[in-house]
């Protein structure tokens, strides 16, 4: 399903699929004509523009990766009720921090959806990364313990990730 | 529509209603631009897919057919958001500017903007240790 | 009931709004501006969503899809241009 090398019909998958499901989105229809355009949309575009690009991102796992989903979907709704709770709480108490996360992790997906992830749960905005690419700057609204956080999140996160990336 | 959807659909609505306000309280209160960027961040991300889902709801029962294109949205909102507070938060080290006194680990931030590694990463957190011990 | 439901949050987001106004005014720093407007666009998006939802029609779908779009653009180039002073390089 996911071959080592890539093939020329198409480049793609995964890019495919989201163009697929995007246009079908866009227009909110399953009607065969629709589907049918989206069938060549999703094969000639990324045909089109495969040849801009070195070394494509590939998904190993496509069944874990839904599973990250899902867990980053419910972290954001825990991520969402904590800073609603600090923002209407008293805000003398709450001790904001920079830190900075070591990364494991090495290729440009990989970084950038860690980093997204980050900002986008528990209390954390990711703002920097070192140019070697070893260090992930993290500004924290409420920090107790830094390694503490530093080891949940390379756990919760980087490690799936990486399983997922194969990298 | 049943009443008892269209109750679930009004407490979605008002749920989502309610942390778009919270984003936007967090806006005013929160002390510095650092603390500034988790409320927008965060709560309107939730707020915007709060709404979409009731949008969704009512619209699929008006048509009476499915209509999921609001997550187009809701999608789309949730890659850009990390994005945007990442080059805002950027900028603002950029500019140097300050975060408030009691901000932990600002040393930090000068590194942050030159892209550099922490180089007394490692030190402080054992001094941290070692102050929290006695 | 949906129709009060649509009044309250109708009033949240335009108490949102004010205080997303009241920043992008008072702002000390212009990040602090930036980042007001760009809750800005996400409080209108939403009004906009709920105002669709009122009258019934899934018109102002699109509308919405490009405030969030041109909402994302403008605030990347915003930051872009503070951080070179140049928006293309």
Redesign the interface.
């Known amino acids: 399903m996911f071959p080592a090398k890539e093939s020329r019909f198409l480049p793609m998958p995964f890019h495919s699929l989201l163009l697929f499901i995007v246009w079908l989105l866009l227009n909110n229809t399953l009607a065969f004509g629709h589907i049918l355009l989206a069938l060549f949309f999703a094969w000639a575009i990324p045909k089109l523009v495969s040849m801009l690009k070195h070394g494509h991102p590939t998904i190993k796992k496509p069944w874990l990766a839904l599973r990250y989903a899902l867990l980053v979907m419910k972290d954001i709704l825990v991520a969402n009720i904590e800073v609603a709770l600090i923002v209407l709480g008293p805000l003398n108490k709450i001790h904001p921090s920079f830190i900075a996360i070591p990364l494991d992790i090495k290729s440009d997906l990989g970084v950038t959806l860690f980093a997204s992830t980050i900002s986008l749960t528990p209390g954390t905005v990711s703002t920097e990364i070192s140019e070697d690419r070893k260090w992930l700057y993290v500004h924290a609204l409420h920090m107790d313990d830094p390694e503490q956080m530093i080891k949940e999140a390379k756990e919760r996160y980087e490690v799936p990730l990486k399983e997922i990336l194969g990298c | 529509?049943e009443?008892w959807l269209?109750?679930l659909?009004?407490?979605v609505?008002?749920i989502?209603?309610?942390?778009?306000?919270?984003?936007?309280?967090?806006?005013?209160?929160?002390?510095?631009?650092?603390?500034?960027?988790?409320?927008?961040?965060?709560?309107?991300?939730?707020?915007?897919a709060g709404?979409?889902l009731?949008?969704s709801v009512?619209?699929s029962f008006?048509?009476g057919s499915i209509?999921?294109?609001?997550?187009?949205?809701t999608l789309?909102?949730?890659?850009?958001?990390?994005?945007?507070?990442?080059?805002?938060?950027?900028?603002?080290?950029?500019?140097g500017?300050p975060?408030?006194e009691?901000?932990?680990?600002?040393e930090?931030?000068e590194?942050?903007?030159r892209?550099?590694?922490?180089t007394g990463?490692t030190t402080s957190?054992e001094s941290?240790?070692k102050d929290k011990q006695p | 009931m949906l129709k009060w439901a649509i009044i309250i949050v109708a009033a949240l987001i335009c108490v949102a709004l004010f205080m997303n106004l009241w920043r992008l005014i008072q702002g000390p720093s212009i990040q602090d501006r930036i980042l007001a407007l760009d809750t800005m666009y996400i409080n209108s998006i939403a009004l906009i969503i709920l105002y669709g939802i009122n009258v019934g029609t899934g018109l102002y779908f699109e509308a919405a899809l490009l405030i969030a779009m041109l909402g994302f653009v403008s605030t990347s180039a915003l930051c872009k241009y503070l951080l070179r002073g140049d928006l293309i390089e």
């Open positions: 529509m009443f269209e109750s659909v009004a407490i609505l008002v989502g209603g309610v942390f778009l306000l919270i984003g936007s309280i967090g806006l005013v209160r929160l002390p510095d631009i650092y603390t500034r960027l988790h409320g927008p961040t965060k709560a309107t991300t939730l707020g915007i709404l979409l009731a949008s009512v619209s008006a048509e209509s999921i294109h609001e997550w187009l949205i789309f909102l949730l890659i850009t958001a990390p994005v945007s507070a990442n080059m805002i938060a950027k900028t603002a080290l950029h500019h500017l975060a408030i009691r901000t932990k680990g600002q930090l931030m590194q942050a903007n892209q550099a590694p922490p990463m957190l941290d240790a």
